[in-house]
């Protein structure tokens, strides 16, 4: 592929040969306006429909204006991206688009964080003269996971896109032909009614307020003001990384101190970690695992592969697309469905309160949390393990709307016995991260013998699967990591086919990159490298652990002795345990 | 396996098919025949030069001639001299011919027209 | 064989079915019988012979009898008069409207005259449900000299230098498009048949699958030969179960006779054709539309580069034309690349099949030779303008299409020299306007086409064209301003630069080139408030004639808005304020003392 010479805005360069336009002009140091476009490039993750015109550009010789982002360079093109013709035309799309617009920015939630909303600001628009009819509104529609708000919609696709491509859910798709045209569900169902498994993914990369999370934040709030309550918070992996992001922070900054210092300055009555529950999961999968092994190793009739069951949004998946292979599964529950449990029961206990009482809120990367925690199988008696779940996003709204001034804030430490954890649960947050953290403990369970290192290499990194084989303890594990659910999907659909691989351990992370990456995160806006900082500061995290594996935690050792007795005892199959029931696959 | 195996195949079928549209064709090229025209209406019929023009067909037919086209028309009023037959020749007059019986009809097809002799029985030239 | 003295050619094209031409059909034949004459005469049903205006036609053979309007009931008529005692049957017969002498032969008609039927060669003239009535027009001869003794490249150079130029509206060169297709290896691809004939009034396409269906399958198929492609598919729209039906009669028919199907003619060359149908959008007659649409996705255009010669159907290599494009290709193969070439103009060989509609006495489909002037065909081949009206405009392209006027009457057609005066070719519509034509109104109804068909995507059309419609309702209703004209020509300009398909660049051609046109008819619109054309139901004013008014007091009585006063045996009046513009009172007046303008 050789270069080709080019001139763009007087400025003569040379470019690698099949370079868009777009990306010609950004080494150029020109930005062209996009909106429409995406390319979350390491996670091979692209939207180009070239719909929006937003991105159009003069090129001598073309009798129209092209679109930047899916035309080529070739040798000795000219182009113009400020011409006033090109200038005119952006302005004019624009205008277009807000003419068929609600213009409710002051009061819409993506205020502040909507790519429309800047491109005005970037296009100069200060009049639209083009008024006239609306697409005919659709309702807003507030489910558990997601809000949608379909005047909005600008027809980007991107939804569309991650609905289809990189999850193979399909819930999403352009309906209605023309001028009523937007994106939404088949016979315009609520998403809550259709397969969707509220991933988020979605509200990740809408350009604006046409989906975006169901924000709960009143209810924390009214919960922080009940004094009849002792509110209990638990925060995710993920959330330490990113959140600093919602108050200019690079992306990747740990900001585990002062999140905890902000959550407490709310009126949090005890500030807990995730991290710790995910230890116990680790404890309790592990052993679940080593068990299917042996068993399988016995000739015993055993479920393999064994998969992991801490996203949720994988679970909505298989209860409806493998939901005759609901035995698969590790019948574990997530991270935040054990603290919840343990929260409600051993803390209660201790605390002497009534479960009632206890208001447990996570802090989750993840909108499908928020679904998740409204099972039935996490519920006693019709209360919840947890009671409310925020978004990492709602939560930086939240700290904001409680006047915090986040980046002067002193750090300060979780509080005890659900605080500490290893450097095996830092790593959920990252695709690999559940099965490396659980390699850790079956590995010295099996070999009975400390690990030299406690890296599991092969398993980390952006490729959507990947496949290794462990020998431990003399026994070959085959592992697959996966992240994206259209991977997940080929994946399960080989399995069914009769498992040629011969796969032990699925790990299964709905998001790109893993939680990281989730649906509630704060916007990338298509920037992977924030995506692989915050990997990057999760393993940070991890080395800087002074304790690396789960069965090492002191707190979880703890907890099994005065409580649980052992993992897969009887009293954590009771809570720290679940089942899944098949759902309709359309 | 199709009907037709080879382009050998497809003329011979091209050939035998043509018969299906002969007519139509020579209609598409009809200022380049010699055009027989039989002059039919009631008295026309009454005469008999229906079969005339019936029997004309198959002469035509059974010599194979493409370039001569039968026509029928209606009685063009010399009622005495029908069966009345015209023949007109690409870029020449009518030439009418009266009480054709079925041996004058062979005679005007073989001996005028194929074969380009004179013979009797010229009624008028028309320039028709 | 039966030998047949007299052949009868009863039209079979949409048109005259929906009028009866099916029982004419069965008329004819049952006389026949009766008379004893079924051995001696046929009756075929064959393709349109286009001259849609005074259909059914029923054609005799081979005196070259054409009759015209013909019902069931005469069917009997003129097999007793004119089949059993050769009288024609006069009042049958066309009658020239100026000299008002009957024609008998359809080549003396001046529709007729100047056209030049090449794509429509074989419509009506063949039954398009009898293979073997095409294979004696040479059908499938073409097909077989390509590939027992033809390379891929000379079939390809015979299409190049023939000079066809895509008929489907783009006008790109097919011989070109075929030697890109033929570049690309793979080991599938394919051969598509753009069959989706949207723009209405349009029945070029239709008229060519349902008269000569043959001619396609013959041309898919060599195609593929020249670009190795081993399967064709037809994209057909829905609407056209004539043509649907044909055409599946006439793929079984090419596969019993191993014209389609593994090895044809011994040779190595496999190739079958499927059709799949439209589902109603227009939008999908756009070739990346279409084979999404094919492929089973929503029917949305997608960026080119890359084309479907390179990326096309499931992403193979595609070569894809218009019906008509392909009904050239086995003449051009036969009759050579040199003979096309002498017609038409230099840089547009060969002719061109019109749609002619409107204010035109000659309603009806044409084929002409490109260069013959667009004076030729609305005046000599059309007949002139109905009831004596003056020519105002006319409409080519379709609703991509502009407007021509007076000025522009003696313009050579051809694709270059129609987009130069601010049209297109288009597909071959072409629409006739006269006095009484309000010309922001066609751009309306030309946008409300548009606007309903844009498939939603990208921002320009998906708004662009409301925003459009809903200005050109404004000026219509009465409330648009000089701002709103301004305002039309400033989003035009923007949809037709940066549309992402040619649904949308070319929306707004019809609003373009009327604007430049009729600019006064425009500016009455917006600053009189009034519709010259007398079109615009809001901006007429209905006046009662003093002279003429009788005061019956009936326009009072019916009424709805209580608009009019008067008393009876006195003049009335009525109240512009208070007029709704119903037209009511002006229907019921028996004196003609009501007018509107």
């Known amino acids: 592929m050789s270069d080709v010479t080019i001139t763009i805005d007087g400025k003569t360069m040379k470019v690698k040969q099949g370079t868009s336009i777009l990306e010609a002009a950004k080494e150029a140091g020109i930005t062209i306006p996009t909106l429409c476009y995406f390319n979350l490039e390491n996670a091979d993750i692209a939207c180009k429909p070239a719909s929006c015109r937003v991105c159009v550009v003069e090129v001598e010789g073309s009798r129209n204006l092209l679109p930047s982002c899916v035309t080529s360079v070739a040798e000795g093109m000219v182009v113009r991206t400020n011409s006033k013709r090109a200038i005119n035309a952006r302005k004019m799309n624009i205008e277009l688009l807000l003419s068929d617009h609600p213009n409710d920015c002051l009061t819409c939630p993506k205020s502040g964080s909507c790519d429309l909303q800047r491109l005005t600001q970037i296009v100069e628009v200060r009049s639209i003269d083009v008024t006239g009819t609306r697409r005919s509104t659709v309702p807003v529609e507030v489910g558990k996971a997601l809000k949608r708000d379909l005047s909005k919609c600008i027809m980007c696709r991107r939804c569309e896109t991650m609905c289809s491509t990189v999850q193979s859910v399909y819930a999403l798709s352009a309906i209605h032909r023309g001028f009523p045209a937007y994106v939404g569900t088949a016979f315009e169902e609520p998403l809550s009614d259709t397969v969707c498994v509220s991933c ?117 998946f298989f209860e409806s697309q493998f939901s005759d292979m609901l035995d698969l599964p590790s019948t574990a529950k997530s991270p935040q469905g054990m603290f919840g449990a343990v929260a409600k029961n051993y803390f209660t206990q201790k605390l002497g309160i009534r479960r009632e009482d206890m208001i447990v809120v996570s802090i989750m990367p993840c909108t499908a949390k928020k679904v998740e925690a409204d099972r039935e199988a996490l519920k006693v008696n019709g209360n919840p393990d947890v009671d409310i779940v925020l978004t990492t996003r709602e939560t930086a709204r939240l700290f904001k709307l409680a006047n915090i001034d986040f980046t ?3 750090d300060s430490e979780f509080d005890d016995p659900l605080g500490e954890s290893t450097g095996a649960a830092s790593i959920f947050g990252v695709t690999g991260g559940v099965l490396e953290a659980a390699l850790r403990t079956v590995y010295e369970t099996l070999e ?24 431990i303890a003399g026994i070959p594990i085959n592992v697959a990591v996966v992240h994206g659910l259209a991977n997940a999907r080929k994946v399960m659909d080989e399995v069914k086919a009769g498992n040629p691989r011969d796969l032990h351990v699925i790990e299964v992370m709905a998001c790109p990159g893993g939680c990281i990456g989730g649906g509630g995160q704060p916007y990338h806006r298509g920037d992977g490298s924030v995506l692989s900082k915050r990997t990057s500061a999760i393993y940070e995290i991890d080395k800087d652990k002074k304790i690396r594996k789960s069965h090492e935690n002191p707190f979880i050792k703890e ?12 009293l954590a199959h009771e809570q720290l345990h679940t089942h899944y029931t098949a759902t309709a696959k359309y | 396996m199709g009907k037709v195996q080879s382009k050998e195949d497809l003329l011979k079928l091209r050939e035998s098919c043509r018969q299906l549209l002969h007519v139509r064709v020579q209609g598409e090229r009809i200022e380049d025949l010699t055009q027989i025209t039989v002059f039919m209406g009631n008295s026309g019929y009454k005469s008999g030069a229906k079969e005339i023009m019936n029997h004309i067909f198959e002469k035509i037919q059974e010599l194979g001639k493409e370039d ?54 010229i009624l008028a030239l028309t320039n028709s | 064989m039966q030998n047949y003295k007299m052949h009868m050619l009863v039209c079979g094209g949409t048109g005259c079915k929906s009028a009866n031409a099916d029982q004419i059909v069965l008329n004819l034949k049952r006389s026949l019988s009766e008379c004893g004459m079924a051995d001696d005469v046929s009756v075929t ?22 009759y015209t309007q013909v019902r069931p009931e005469d069917a009997n008529e003129i097999v007793t008069s004119h089949i059993l005692y050769g009288r024609k049957v006069h009042r049958l017969l066309y009658k020239d409207q100026t000299t008002l002498e009957s024609i008998e032969d359809s080549k003396h008609m001046d529709f007729y005259k100047k056209q030049h039927r090449v794509a429509l060669r074989n419509c009506g003239f063949i039954d398009p449900g009898n293979i073997e009535e095409y294979i004696a027009r040479d059908g499938y001869l073409a097909l077989t000299e390509c590939i027992t003794s033809k390379s891929r490249e000379e079939v390809i150079q015979i299409v190049k230098d023939s000079g066809l130029r895509g008929r489907g509206g783009a006008g790109f060169p097919t011989g070109l498009k075929w030697e890109i297709s033929s570049r690309y290896d793979d080991e599938q691809k394919y051969v598509v048949c753009n069959a989706d004939e949207g723009d209405p009034g349009a029945f070029m396409d239709r008229s060519i699958l349902e008269g000569d269906p043959h001619a396609v399958l013959e041309a898919m198929a060599i195609c ?180 021509l006027t007076e000025k522009d009457l003696d313009t050579p057609i051809d694709f270059d020299n129609l987009v130069a005066k601010g049209s297109m070719m288009g597909s071959g519509g072409m629409i006739v306007m006269d006095e009484d034509s309000c010309m922001p109104a066609v751009a309306k109804f030309y946008l409300q086409f548009t606007q309903e068909e844009s498939c939603g995507k990208c921002t320009p059309c998906r708004i662009g064209t409301t925003r459009l419609l809903e200005l050109l309702e404004l000026i219509c209703n009465g409330e648009g301003t000089m701002e709103s004209l301004e ?64 005061g019956c007091t009936m326009c009072f009585r019916v009424c709805p808005a209580g608009a009019i006063s008067g008393k009876v045996k006195e003049v009335h009046f009525i109240d512009v304020s208070k007029c709704i513009k119903c037209g009511a009172c002006m229907d019921t007046c028996k004196f003609n003392a009501i007018t509107r303008g």
Not at chain 1, 452 to 458: C, G, P
Not at chain 3, 301 to 323: A, D, M, Q, R, W
Not at chain 3, 502 to 517: F, K
Request: hydrophobic content about 40%.
């Open chain 3, 487 to 550: 305002e039309l020509r400033r989003l035009s300009s923007v949809i037709k630069d940066t549309a992402l398909c040619g649904l949308g660049q070319t929306a707004p051609n019809p609003v373009l080139s009327t604007l430049n046109a009729f600019w006064d008819e425009y500016v009455a619109h917006v600053v009189d408030k009034k519709c010259p054309a007398g079109v615009c139901t809001k901006l007429l004013d209905y006046t009662i004639h003093a002279d003429k008014c009788k």
């Open chain 1, 200 to 316: 988020g993914q979605c509200s990740a990369v809408c350009p604006v307020g046409a989906i975006t999370e169901n924000d709960e934040v009143e209810k924390v709030i009214d919960a922080l003001a009940d004094k009849t309550k002792t509110v209990v918070f638990q925060t995710a992996p993920s959330v330490r990384v990113a959140i600093g992001e919602e108050f200019g922070l690079p992306a990747g900054t740990e900001v585990t101190g002062k999140m905890i210092t902000a959550l407490r300055r709310l009126g949090a009555d005890y500030v807990f970690d995730t991290n710790f529950a995910a230890d116990l999961t680790i404890m309790e999968e592990s052993a679940e695992i080593i068990e299917r092994i042996k068993a399988f190793l016995n000739d015993e009739k055993v479920s393999l592969p064994i998969t992991t069951s801490c996203c949720p949004g994988w679970v909505n």
């Open chain 1, 559 to 570: 907890l099994y002795q005065n409580y649980y007795g052992e993992p897969l005892s009887h």
């Open chain 3, 45 to 66: 049903q064959t393709g349109c012979f286009g001259f849609c205006e005074k259909g059914p036609i029923v054609k005799i053979l081979p005196d070259n009898t054409f």
């Open chain 3, 224 to 403: 593929g030969y020249a670009t190795k492609a081993s399967e064709g598919r037809i994209y057909i729209r829905a609407e056209y179960p004539l043509a649907i039906k044909r055409l599946e009669n006439a793929v079984k028919a090419a596969e019993e006779y191993g014209f389609l199907g593994e090895k044809i003619l011994g040779t190595d060359f496999s190739f079958k054709v499927s059709l799949t149908f439209g589902a109603g959008a227009f939008v999908c007659g756009e070739e990346t539309a279409l084979l999404r649409s094919m492929e089973g996705g929503r029917g949305e255009p997608t960026t080119k580069p890359p084309f479907p010669s390179e990326h096309g159907l499931f992403g193979k290599p595609t070569t894809i034309n218009n019906v008509e494009t392909f009904a050239n290709i086995p003449v051009i193969i036969r009759q050579g690349a040199k003979w096309y070439r002498s017609m038409g103009t230099e840089k547009s060989a060969g002719t061109k099949v019109f749609a002619l509609a409107g204010k035109i006495n000659n309603v009806g489909l044409i084929e002409v030779p490109m260069g013959t002037t667009l004076r030729e065909v609305i005046f000599d081949i059309g007949g002139g303008i109905k009831d004596g009206k003056k020519f105002k405009a006319v409409q080519t392209g379709g609703p991509s299409g502009g407007c």
């Open chain 2, 68 to 121: 001569i086209v039968l026509l029928q028309a209606d009685s063009s009023g010399l009622v005495a001299f029908e069966p009345l037959v015209g023949v007109k020749r690409p870029g020449s007059d009518q030439v009418l011919f009266g009480k054709v019986d079925l041996k004058k009809a062979d005679e005007i097809l073989q001996d005028y027209i194929i074969d380009g002799n004179s013979i009797d029985g």
């Open chain 1, 408 to 410: 002067k804030l002193e």
């Open chain 1, 448 to 471: 009975e013998k400390p690990l030299k290192k406690v890296e599991f290499f092969d398993v980390r990194g952006f490729t959507g699967v990947k496949t290794t084989t462990l020998k």
